[in-house]
């Protein structure tokens, strides 16, 4: 199983940017989706996650200003971030619960990564 993020980059405050992550290879069910973030010295945090049933949580931080949605079909999750504020700059990490089989349990998997830098 891997997972595919895009879409990071620089932008100025209030900017926006949107996050894509896809899975792929051995998937027989993706339960949860979601996207962490994590800035160098601090612990990784959660950004928001969505599960196969559409629930959503999310970070007090980014309510109002982030959207977390999924493409069952496509095994994507999309992360639409406006509004954004120096103090969202961040790796941002996509993550994935993930059966490979009927029989097996749900396995997180993580991306690759992201950077995202607003600029103030």
């Known amino acids: 199983v891997q997972l595919q993020a895009s879409g990071g980059g620089l932008v100025q405050t209030e900017g926006s940017l949107r996050l894509s992550c896809a899975a792929s290879?051995?998937?027989?069910?993706?339960?949860?989706m979601g996207w962490y973030r994590q800035v160098p010295g601090q612990e990784r945090e959660l950004v928001a996650i969505?599960?196969?049933?559409?629930?959503?949580n999310s970070a007090d931080s980014v309510k109002g200003r982030f959207t977390i949605s999924r493409d069952n079909a496509k095994n994507t999750v999309y992360l639409q971030m406006n509004s954004l504020k120096p103090e969202d700059t961040a790796v941002y990490y996509c993550?994935?619960?993930?059966?490979?089989?009927?029989?097996?349990?749900?396995?997180?998997?993580w991306g690759q990564g992201t950077q995202v830098t607003v600029s103030s």
């Open positions: 969505i599960g196969k049933d559409g629930s959503i």
């Open positions: 290879g051995s998937i027989f069910r993706v339960n949860s």
């Open positions: 993550n994935a619960n993930i059966s490979p089989r009927s029989w097996s349990p749900g396995w997180d998997y």
